[in-house]
C-alpha cells in the first residue's frame, strides 16, 4: 500500500467549513502522481513513451468530515489491470490522524496515446513495470467491458 500525508489548508475547506470534495480529488491525483513515480512511470518516461493516464471516472464515497488543520493519510491500492496494461483501477482511502476511515474512491482509467489522443497499450517496458505494481487483496484482471459497467453513455444535445 502506497501511502502520502496532506495537511488540510485554508484552500482546501468549503464554506461548510470541511474538506472540499475539489480537495479529495487533488489529494487523490497528487498521490497517484507519487505512485507512478515510485514505480518507473515519471513524467519524463511518461513524454518519452507519448502516453498520458486518463480517468474514466471516480467514485468517492464519504464516512466523517475533516477539517482544516487536519493531518489526512491518503493510501493507494492498485485493484486491478488489464492483461495488456491499457486498464487500471486504483482505490483510494482516506484516515484522519486517529486511523479513522474518513473517505474511499475507486478510480478507473486507461492510458493514452498523446499524438493520437485515442487509448492505447502500455509498450513492453512499461508494461513490464505495471505487472510489479503491488496489488490489493480484491485485485482483478480487467478487461474493456469492465469499463462499461456503469451503463453510462453520451447523450449530446440536439
Same mark, same amino acid.
Given at each position: 500500500?502506497? $501511502?502520502?500525508?496532506?495537511?488540510?489548508?485554508?484552500?482546501?475547506?468549503?464554506?461548510?467549513?470541511?474538506?472540499?470534495?475539489?480537495?479529495?480529488?487533488?489529494?487523490?491525483?497528487?498521490?497517484?502522481?507519487? @505512485?507512478?513515480?515510485?514505480?518507473?512511470?515519471?513524467?519524463?518516461?511518461?513524454?518519452?513513451?507519448?502516453?498520458?493516464?486518463? %480517468? &474514466?471516472?471516480?467514485?468517492?464515497?464519504?464516512?466523517?468530515?475533516? &477539517?482544516?488543520?487536519?493531518?489526512?493519510? %491518503?493510501?493507494?491500492?492498485?485493484?486491478?489491470?488489464?492483461?495488456?496494461?491499457? &486498464?487500471?483501477?486504483?482505490?483510494?482511502?482516506?484516515?484522519?490522524?486517529?486511523?479513522?476511515?474518513?473517505?474511499?474512491?475507486?478510480?478507473?482509467?486507461?492510458?493514452?496515446?498523446? $499524438?493520437?489522443?485515442?487509448?492505447?497499450?502500455?509498450?513492453?517496458?512499461? +508494461?513490464?513495470?505495471?505487472?510489479?505494481?503491488? +496489488? /490489493?487483496?480484491? @485485485?482483478?484482471?480487467?478487461?474493456?467491458?469492465?469499463?462499461?459497467? /456503469?451503463?453510462?453513455?453520451?447523450?449530446?444535445? /440536439?
Amino acid at each position: 500500500m502506497y $501511502k502520502k500525508d496532506f495537511e488540510i489548508r485554508w484552500s482546501d475547506v468549503d464554506g461548510n467549513g470541511h474538506l472540499a470534495n475539489s480537495a479529495y480529488l487533488n489529494f487523490m491525483s497528487h498521490t497517484r502522481v507519487g @505512485f507512478l513515480n515510485e514505480h518507473g512511470f515519471s513524467m519524463k518516461k511518461l513524454i518519452e513513451y507519448g502516453i498520458g493516464p486518463v %480517468v &474514466f471516472s471516480e467514485q468517492i464515497h464519504y464516512f466523517k468530515e475533516s &477539517f482544516l488543520g487536519q493531518t489526512l493519510t %491518503v493510501t493507494l491500492t492498485v485493484a486491478g489491470l488489464s492483461e495488456d496494461g491499457m &486498464f487500471f483501477k486504483f482505490e483510494h482511502n482516506f484516515y484522519n490522524e486517529k486511523g479513522k476511515h474518513v473517505a474511499t474512491c475507486d478510480i478507473l482509467g486507461a492510458w493514452m496515446d498523446l $499524438k493520437t489522443r485515442s487509448l492505447t497499450i502500455l509498450p513492453e517496458y512499461l +508494461k513490464d513495470l505495471v505487472a510489479k505494481f503491488p +496489488k /490489493s487483496s480484491n @485485485f482483478k484482471t480487467l478487461t474493456k467491458q469492465d469499463t462499461r459497467q /456503469s451503463g453510462k453513455r453520451p447523450q449530446d444535445l /440536439s
